[in-house]
């Protein structure tokens, strides 16, 4: 029999009265977008309840282990404010947080099952793949028939064997999930999964059960690939004796109508999205909106709204397809509404990637660009034309709109020259108020004179900014040489 005394001392650790919820990653190396919902699911429920949350680390598939990888999830949870309360790093009243470093607690409880009635060791040998994809018929396995005695005896010798969990061939179970409702499964269709493997190490399958047991979680919140377990774990609880917590089971995140994302075929980690020049708190607040819905019509939302406004029933069973369009126009939403000194901050080394000349002045380049800019690394592109004029055709000076052809701009470009060259100031309203002059001397529109000094300048059709902005940021000097390099090239 048990020492049911250390069980006991176990029950008494674990924390009552509180929302607890926890973020349980396998250190793969980097974080899925539907493994950031979950996060973020998680780390909301406790704030909003003002409860704690949690992070364990699920390490228990050795073969899978990644090297920094648990470092990846750290540097991710704080870069995407997801605070724990507990973990590994920051200890807390139950741990260890890790699962290997809790490896001894688990056989334990299996044992404890055992005399419980619910599972049993199994000698039978079988592939480790077998027992992974529960691909055994209980109905055949000869040991969960075996007496107590004999199961002890063969264990005793040093037969190598793996705990089982015995489920009823007759009845029925029910959990009840959040978003999917109540949800029954005939005993007859589970398999008596394995909870030890043969090396001692618990399945995910039991581990989860008993950390978030010994944990006090209180809402369980992860992809619905674990709905089709959940009757299993149900009956793990029951087992032991133990309430369920509350289930939240997540749709996946989908590439298209069919397809769920996925690294292996391309689609973007959370890491590769901040790469692509995503906003970290752009990629939370879209994220967060897909599979959840807030009540009202807003979209924009920070992490505190969130916490304020984050209510498990708005999340949805369907599933949701990952939009990168409508990321982007959140990370522009983002990117407008930041102080232009952050902006400016934050686009510098993407202005730095094209423009090497440090005389053009970042701050200013930016400003040009942070109502225009949809994802940072478009910024290199656009700017390019600060460092080298391009080679460009002499068709961009025809502009209908504007009332340019090229010989209206080689009138324009003739008349500006002398004008700019002899300005008393290099400012925009010095700059402009030759340009407007000028058009008013033509009796022109003022977009005849600014296109082609624009197109001049920049050498490109479409640029951020200007024919003011630019001149201004080119410098006088530079201004003139490519407006005479423009005439030259139109005679
Ligand atoms: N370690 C599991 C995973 O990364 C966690 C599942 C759960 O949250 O229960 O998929």
């Not at 228990?60 to 995407?80: F, H, N």
Request: charged share 30%; glycine share 6%.
């Amino acid at each position: 029999m048990k020492d049911m005394k250390w069980f006991e001392d176990m029950e008494k650790r674990i924390p009552t009265g509180e929302v607890r919820t926890r973020f349980a990653p396998s250190p793969t190396g980097y974080m899925h977008v539907g493994n950031l919902r979950t996060a973020l699911y998680t780390y909301l429920i406790a704030r909003h309840n003002k409860g704690r949350f949690i992070l364990r680390i699920e390490d228990t598939d050795q073969g899978r282990l990644v090297e920094g990888a648990v470092d990846v999830i750290y540097k991710t949870m704080a870069e995407c404010h997801l605070d724990h309360d507990e973990g590994p790093d920051v200890g807390g009243p139950v741990g260890p947080y890790v699962q290997t470093e809790r490896r001894g607690l688990y056989k334990e409880y299996a044992e404890l099952l055992m005399e419980r009635g619910h599972a049993y060791r199994c000698f039978c040998e079988k592939t480790a793949s077998e027992e992974d994809a529960g691909d055994f018929d209980r109905g055949d396995d000869p040991c969960r028939f075996m007496s107590r005695e004999e199961s002890d005896r063969l264990a005793a010798e040093g037969r190598p064997y793996v705990i089982r969990q015995l489920i009823p061939h007759e009845g029925a179970t029910t959990f009840h999930d959040e978003s999917f409702g109540d949800i029954t499964v005939e005993n007859s269709t589970l398999d008596d999964q394995v909870l030890i493997k043969r090396d001692g190490l618990p399945t995910y399958n039991f581990a989860n059960v008993i950390d978030d047991h010994l944990m006090g979680i209180t809402h369980v919140v992860r992809g619905s690939e674990y709905l089709s377990s959940a009757p299993k774990y149900n009956l793990l609880y029951e087992g032991f004796g133990w309430d369920v917590p509350v289930y939240v089971h997540c749709s996946p995140v989908m590439r298209d109508a069919h397809n769920k994302m996925s690294k292996r075929h391309g689609d973007p980690s959370y890491e590769d999205l901040v790469n692509q020049g995503y906003l970290t708190d752009a990629i939370i607040n879209y994220v967060t909106l897909l599979g959840w819905s807030p009540r009202g019509e807003q979209e924009i939302f920070s992490m505190d709204e969130l916490v304020d406004v984050f209510d498990i029933s708005g999340i949805s069973k369907s599933p949701a397809i990952f939009d990168i369009e409508k990321l982007k126009y959140f990370n522009s939403e983002y990117i407008r509404a930041m102080s232009p000194e952050a902006f400016a901050k934050l686009a510098e080394p993407y202005i730095r990637r094209s423009v090497k000349n440090t005389a053009y002045d970042a701050a200013a380049i930016a400003a040009l660009l942070q109502q225009r800019t949809e994802v940072l690394t478009d910024i290199p592109g656009k700017v390019d034309f600060f460092d080298a004029l391009p080679e460009y055709d002499t068709e961009l000076f025809v502009h209908k709109k504007s009332k340019s052809d090229k010989d209206s701009s080689v009138a324009v470009l003739k008349r500006i020259i002398p004008i700019f060259e002899t300005l008393s100031d290099w400012d925009d309203e010095h700059i402009m108020a030759a340009m407007t002059g000028l058009a008013a001397d033509m009796e022109a529109k003022n977009a005849r004179v600014m296109w082609p000094v624009r197109i001049a300048a920049a050498g490109k059709a479409v640029t951020p900014g200007g024919a003011v902005e630019i001149c201004r940021i080119l410098g006088r000097e530079e201004t003139l040489r490519r407006l005479n390099v423009a005439l030259e090239k139109l005679s």
